[in-house]
């Protein structure tokens, strides 16, 4: 139970690594807050927890609209009194030449990955400074880290969460509060489905491609650096840039 009494706010959270992340948060005994655009998913995703004895609430949520941030941070301290974890997860991923990159791309990217993030961060660490503690984890991607073709726009996003991530934790620190950015390689989620296609290559050659490990990762495997992240193991750990990418980025 290593979230025993935490509440932790997960964004993104009706499929893929969001999913994950609430059945394994709840499962350590954590009171989880499922947030998505999708209401129905993060709706499903609350009712399996509670089905299995946990406690979970489901609320529709743009990331990139600052008032449904207030309004989701207010239903989470008024279901479970406070927040300890916040874990900005929802992101979208779109590839595209640069030269073929609509301004209208860019901008939904940048507000959904970006601007998502920094609305989390405005909105729950100072209520975590407040209370003296929490753990604020960011979902970058190797992408933040490294660039490929087709994909300047989401390297620019993934990047801003890095850099963000560092500046908030250092800003935070003093209070107890801190900030970990995180970066997968490629994940089988929907994103994987969406990166075949456009790749015109299977999953299984692009886990080949991406990873010295010869696989793609999985949403649990990620879902458990966010456990540790998110658990008191990782209490001296702010600032951080955490890659899990099969060794993709160690070439
Ligand atoms: N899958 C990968 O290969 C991979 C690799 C590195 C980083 N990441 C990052 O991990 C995070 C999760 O990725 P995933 O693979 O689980 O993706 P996914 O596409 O499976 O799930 C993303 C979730 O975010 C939600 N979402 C989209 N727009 C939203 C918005 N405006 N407000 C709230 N929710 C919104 C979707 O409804 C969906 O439930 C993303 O930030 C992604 O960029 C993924």
Do not use: C
Not at 107 to 120: P, Q, S
């Amino acid at each position: 139970m290593r979230l025993k009494n935490k509440v932790a706010i997960i964004t993104g959270a009706a499929v893929g690594i969001g999913r994950a992340a609430a059945l394994r948060f709840a499962q350590e005994g954590a009171n989880v807050v499922v947030t998505d655009i999708n209401s129905g998913g993060a709706r499903e995703v609350a009712d399996t927890i509670t089905a299995s004895g946990g406690r979970a609430i489901a609320l529709a949520h743009d990331v990139s609209r600052e008032s449904q941030w207030i309004e989701v941070v207010g239903a989470a301290v008024e279901a479970f009194g406070t927040v300890d974890v916040l874990f900005n997860n929802a992101g979208i991923f779109v590839l595209k030449p640069l030269a073929e990159t609509a301004l209208e791309d860019w901008e939904r990217v940048m507000a959904i990955n970006v601007t998502g993030v920094f609305l989390g961060m405005k909105h729950v660490m100072p209520l975590m400074a407040n209370a003296g503690k929490g753990s604020v984890i960011n979902a970058s991607s190797v992408a933040g880290l490294v660039g490929s073709p087709r994909s300047t726009m989401y390297s620019a996003s993934k990047g801003a969460v890095r850099a963000m991530t560092k500046g908030a934790a250092l800003e935070y620190a003093a209070r107890g509060v801190r900030a970990n950015s995180i970066h997968p390689g490629l994940v089988d989620t929907a994103m994987a489905d969406y990166a075949s296609g456009t790749a015109g290559r299977s999953k299984q050659e692009l886990g080949h491609a991406m990873s010295p490990m010869g696989r793609l990762g999985t949403a649990e495997e990620v879902s458990n650096l966010a456990l540790f992240l998110a658990s008191d193991d990782s209490s001296y750990m702010n600032g951080a840039e955490l890659v899990l990418d099969g060794g993709f980025t160690a070439a």
